[in-house]
Structure formats: structure tokens, C-alpha cells
């Protein structure tokens, strides 16, 4: 037997399934969300008080952008990936969440300072993340994270 033949032999025979549809309109939509957030940030700039300084509110946007841009990363490739996991943390998250919010609903509308456009870029990404949060535990999409679990334990 030839090494390359072993080799060949040693590789698992799965093949991840593509990513259902409702997992992919939900990586589709955390990355709207993460663009509104964006936007957001860029015209918050522009309530700066004068005596904030300019360069370190850009310099802190660029870092919170940056750090915002590589968590969603993360995030939409463990679910592309068929991580159950992040499923189940998205999930748990946005409940104990929007749970908090509304516990809390005053002292949040108080301390958010929204302005129209911030309170509307907030209503979409809230919005946006329902719909996430529903796609993602659709049962085809359930299935499908399940299947990927079964997958990955076959390989090991």
C-alpha cells in the first residue's frame, strides 16, 4: 500500500451539507445589522460636544468597529459552520436580552440618549434580530445544525 493511498483512506468520508436557507438569510441579516450599527456610530460623531476631541472618537469608533466586525465574523461562520452552540447562544442571548430591556425599560430609555435616527437604527436591529432568531430555529434550520453535530462526531 502506497503512502498516498493510506493517506487518502485516514480522510473522514463527510461532507458538511450546505448551510439551510434560513441559516443563510440569518447570516445575511446579522451583517444588515452589523452595517446599521455602523452607520449609526459614524452619525453619533456628529452629537460630539465640543470639547470631545475629534481624532479620539474616531480613533475609539475605528476600534469598536473593528472589534464589532471580527465578533460578527465569528459569529456567522460558527453558524455557517453548523455549530448548534451558537445557535442555542444567539437564542439565549437575544431572550435574556430583550427580557432586560423591558425590566429595565426606563432607566434604558434614559441612559441610551437616543437620538431619532439611533432610536430607529435600535428598532431595526431589534427587528432584525427576531427575524434572525426566528430563521435560525426553524425546523429545517434545526435539523440542519443537528445534522451537522451527528456529522462532526462521525468524523472524530
Known amino acids: 500500500m502506497t503512502q498516498s493511498a493510506h493517506v487518502q483512506q485516514a480522510e473522514p468520508d463527510v461532507e458538511l451539507a450546505q448551510p439551510d436557507p434560513f441559516v443563510i438569510r440569518a447570516c445575511t441579516l446579522i451583517w444588515w445589522s452589523f452595517g446599521i450599527q ?4 459614524v452619525f453619533k460623531l456628529t452629537d460630539l460636544p465640543p470639547a470631545r476631541s475629534l481624532v479620539g472618537a474616531l480613533f475609539l469608533l ?3 468597529s473593528g472589534v464589532s466586525f471580527w465578533i460578527t465574523s465569528w459569529v ?3 453558524l455557517k459552520a453548523g455549530r448548534n ?3 442555542l447562544l444567539i437564542t439565549i442571548l437575544f ?3 430583550s427580557v432586560l430591556v423591558l425590566s429595565f425599560w426606563n432607566l434604558y430609555i434614559e441612559t441610551a440618549q437616543f437620538t431619532v435616527l439611533t432610536g430607529a437604527a ?3 436591529q431589534w427587528v432584525l434580530s427576531t427575524i434572525n432568531v426566528v430563521l435560525i430555529n426553524m425546523p429545517s434550520a434545526r ?3 443537528l445534522s451537522c453535530k451527528g456529522s462532526a462526531r462521525r468524523a472524530a
Open 76 to 78: 456567522v461562520s460558527k
Open 62 to 64: 475605528a476600534f469598536v
Open 85 to 87: 452552540w451558537m445557535r
Open 38 to 41: 455602523l452607520v449609526s456610530n
Open 122 to 124: 435600535a428598532a431595526v
Open 95 to 97: 431572550l435574556l436580552g
Open 143 to 145: 435539523s440542519w445544525f
